[in-house]
């Protein structure tokens, strides 16, 4: 079966910097889309981050210019690297990811368990 196993979460100050890992296992055949979302307690959850297979990103607006998401296709892997992080960005994130399993012909929307991140002085 196919799963998502996030990783890098934890406790910064405003300012400081995290890496969050996703690593999806299982029998798939192909990623379609793999990205990041998340959600603070009280609140929907919302994208932050995402990248296709031809290496299109796409982000909110809220992490423009200080989030950075990657992929590594070989490892079917997703990365963000979160700089000059804020209080607002505290959030449980989840990786997500759009695949096609072996055992399909078509794609389906998995998320991982999620991982907390908590900026806080």
């Known amino acids: 079966q196919v799963q998502l196993v996030e990783s890098g979460g934890g406790l910064v100050q405003p300012g400081g910097s995290l890496r969050l890992s996703c690593a999806a296992s299982?029998?798939?055949?192909?990623?379609?889309?793999m990205g990041w979302y998340r959600q603070a307690p009280g609140k929907q959850r919302d994208l932050v981050a995402t990248v296709i297979s031809g290496g299109i990103t796409n982000y909110a607006d809220s992490v423009k210019g200080r989030f950075t998401i990657s992929r590594d296709n070989a490892k079917n892997t997703v990365y963000l690297q979160m700089n000059s992080l804020k209080p607002e960005d505290t959030a449980v994130y989840y990786c997500?990811?759009?695949?096609?399993?072996?055992?399909?012909?078509?794609?389906?929307?998995?998320w991982g368990q999620g991982t907390q991140v908590t900026v806080s002085s």
């Open positions: 299982g029998s798939i055949f192909r990623i379609n889309a």
């Open positions: 997500n990811a759009d695949l096609v399993p072996s055992t399909s012909h078509f794609s389906q929307t998995y």
